[in-house]
């Protein structure tokens, strides 16, 4: 599963707690996430954040959200 939030001045909104939800729902069922992007407009801790476009994608990777299923494929 790959997130990401939209980098557009007008963007929505990009909830951390949903996308919170979203990594936990795919850790329960073992499959991959990551989280590729924040949103120009981002929603954090009760606080709207305007970010710079050429912010989102580092900002996403300090999140440190990313995780990496266990499963094997059989052929």
């Known amino acids: 599963m ?3 939030g939209e ?3 007008n963007g929505r909104i990009l ?3 949903w996308v919170l ?3 936990k729902q ?7 996430f990551e989280f590729r992007q924040c ?3 981002f929603y954090k801790d009760s606080k709207l954040y305007i970010l710079k476009v050429k912010d989102l994608t580092s ?3 300090k ?3 990313n995780f990496k299923s266990l499963l094997i494929k059989k052929i």
């Open 63 to 65: 999140a440190n959200l």
């Open 59 to 61: 900002q996403g990777r």
């Open 39 to 41: 949103s120009t407009n």
């Open 2 to 4: 790959v997130l990401g």
């Open 15 to 17: 909830d951390y707690d």
């Open 26 to 32: 795919c850790i329960n069922k073992n499959v991959s």
């Open 7 to 9: 980098s557009d001045k």
């Open 21 to 23: 939800n979203v990594r």
